[in-house]
């Protein structure tokens, strides 16, 4: 069976250090293949146009205009690009921000290398990747939006959604909103990480829901995270 095509890459930050670096660390993994780089909003989207990539690292502090305000230009520069937000920024206003822009995921700078590669292959495969840390930051977003709407002439509450999972798939949902992987998860409960992935995906279909941040953001709409 030939090996899949390597997904091609865009990178974009304007520390030239730091992007050298990330590229000669991408190099070595063989399923990724930097077709490019960028320092800037502008030169990041000509470059996107001209390539196509599949991914691109998008740093959000660029000089000029930032990475979520480039968004949607190189969302219409390489309309099949998928895009994760590289950087430094904890904070849940950017985290937001990036996702309604149309980023697939959001990692932090001092995430480790392999788990890095994991994040690429994840977006790459149409899923969402958010850096465990900023889960909680996603739910606490997620309730200044919505907590302003909730009023006194709200209609009744429907019948709770939970009562679809079994006890293990809410025990490993409140795992997922409190930002734990797998395998912290199958170690936290005592059960194989195999067994945790194959809950995710019934949880994830029993709540037609499609990724793991939308599931914490469902639990936390609950009042339950």
Known sequence: MPAADPVRLLVVDDH???????????????ALQVVGEAGDAGEAQHRAQALQPDVILLDNHLPGVTGIDALPGLREAAP?????MLTVS???????AALKAGAAGYVLKNIEGAALVAAIHQIRKGQ???SPEMTGKLVAAFHAAHGSREGAC???APADPLAVLSPREQEILHGIASGLSNKAIAR???IA??????HVQHILRKLNLSSRVQAAVFLAGRGSA
Do not use: M, N, W, Y
């Open 16 to 30: 030239t250090l730091f992007r050298r670096g990330l590229i000669a660390l991408l190099a070595q993994e063989p």
């Open 80 to 84: 099949r690009a998928r895009v994760l």
């Open 90 to 96: 904890e904070d849940e206003h950017d985290l937001s």
């Open 154 to 156: 709200a209609p009744p």
């Open 188 to 190: 936290q409960l005592g």
């Open 193 to 198: 990480e195999t067994t945790v992935k194959v």
């Open 128 to 130: 969402s990747a958010i």
